[in-house]
């Protein structure tokens, strides 16, 4: 079974620094998924990456995946109020299951 | 295009009762999934669905089932109600399964 490690679960940034969430995982998979969600909302599509080395970036977030570190970061660049919330990782078994990290849930202060 | 859709948005039962919650997809996505999501489990895979086909089946007792009708959109049922089952149930829907998956916005299910 595959299972995804997610770290940090809290995060509290500073407005304007730049910040990593890792996510690891445990059996082969090139298949991932970046979400957010608000406090009492669904999730949010942010990045999907589905090659070894993929890069996406959107305004101030950018997700990169390596495969054979089992690793996809998640990078916040200058943070700002409006990213506040829970982001989570997510890969997909070849049997279209997706399984999530805990999620890191991130405040931004001024 | 109109996103997911899910039907009741709000349910509160009692232990013992059955549910039945329904998702329509985003129109032309064949692919539906369904998550359940609670505080101390986090997000859990139940089941996801294919041109009506149970692909794949997560780690959940019998009393959670689902189906797909011809025109993609799925329902899931809980039978026999217990406390623990109450968690926001989420359902997402992508052209095919290993894509991006969209989700809709959840039926927040009490037991009481």
Redesign the interface.
């Known amino acids: 079974e595959l299972k995804v490690e997610q770290n940090p679960l809290f995060l509290s940034m500073q407005e304007g620094k730049n910040y990593t969430i890792y996510c690891n995982y445990s059996t082969t998979s090139d ?1 991932l ?1 970046w ?1 957010r969600q608000d406090p009492g ?5 942010l990045f ?1 990456l ?1 090659s070894n080395g993929a890069v996406k970036q959107e305004g101030r977030l950018m997700a990169s995946l390596d495969t054979k570190a089992r690793l996809s970061t998640l990078h916040i660049t200058a943070a700002v109020h409006d990213l506040s919330a829970t982001y ?1 990782c ?1 890969f ?1 078994s070849n ?6 990290g ?2 890191t849930t991130v405040t931004v202060r001024a | 295009k109109a996103g997911v859709t899910q039907t009741p948005r709000y349910l509160i039962k009692t232990r013992g009762q059955q549910v039945t919650l329904s998702c329509s997809p985003i129109s032309g996505h064949r692919s539906v999934s369904w998550y359940q999501q609670t505080p101390g489990q986090g997000l859990q895979f139940l089941f996801e669905y294919f041109s009506e086909t149970q692909r794949n089946k997560g780690n959940f007792p019998g009393r959670f089932s689902g189906r797909q009708f011809s025109n993609s959109r799925s329902e899931m049922n809980v039978s026999t109600l217990e406390l623990g089952d109450s968690a926001l149930y989420l359902c997402a829907s992508s052209l095919v399964g290993h894509r991006a998956q969209y989700f809709g916005p959840g039926t927040r299910l009490t037991v009481l």
């Open positions: 298949r998924y979400y909302k669904s999730l949010e599509s999907v589905l989570f997510a997909m049997d279209y299951k997706l399984s999530f805990a999620g």
